[in-house]
Nanobody
Framework: EVQLVESGGGLVHPGGSLKLSCAASGFTFSTYAMSWVRRAPGKGLQWVSSIGTGTGSGMMLYTDSVKGRFTISRDNANNMLYLQMDRLEPEDTAVYFC?????????????WGQGTQVTVSS
């Protein structure tokens, strides 16, 4: 059974930073591309970032609005996915989820975790 536990969210001022974590289990983590998606208040799920498989950083992709501010990474030894978020903006306020899918097929995933709330406000 796929289990995903997101953590690290919180309340931060504009310009601040947070690092999200996703603990994954129930599947062979190292063989899956991984993505972060988010759901802003009153909106649907939005893809944020993806990382490929393999050692090192793998191929990393970002939605335009977070390029240069967010960094995705993974630790295959410990089945962990991360999202370093810098220079946060109020528009980043959302619940963030991770998924064992890549950029093109994240919408096929349907066993979402509880997510972690990120609130950017002054």
């Amino acid at each position: 059974e796929v289990q995903l536990v997101e953590s690290g969210g919180g309340l931060v001022h504009p310009g601040g930073s947070l690092k999200l974590s996703c603990a994954a289990s129930g599947f062979t983590f190292s063989t899956y591309a991984m993505s972060w998606v988010r759901r802003a208040p009153g909106k649907g799920l939005q893809w944020v970032s993806s990382i490929g498989t393999g050692t090192g950083s793998g191929m990393m992709l970002y939605t335009d609005s977070v390029k240069g501010r967010f960094t995705i990474s993974r630790d295959n030894a410990n089945n962990m996915l991360y999202l370093q978020m810098d220079r946060l903006e109020p528009e980043d306020t959302a619940v963030y989820f991770c998924a064992p899918r890549g950029r093109l097929n994240w919408r096929t995933f349907n066993s979402w975790g509880q997510g972690t709330q990120v609130t950017v406000s002054s």
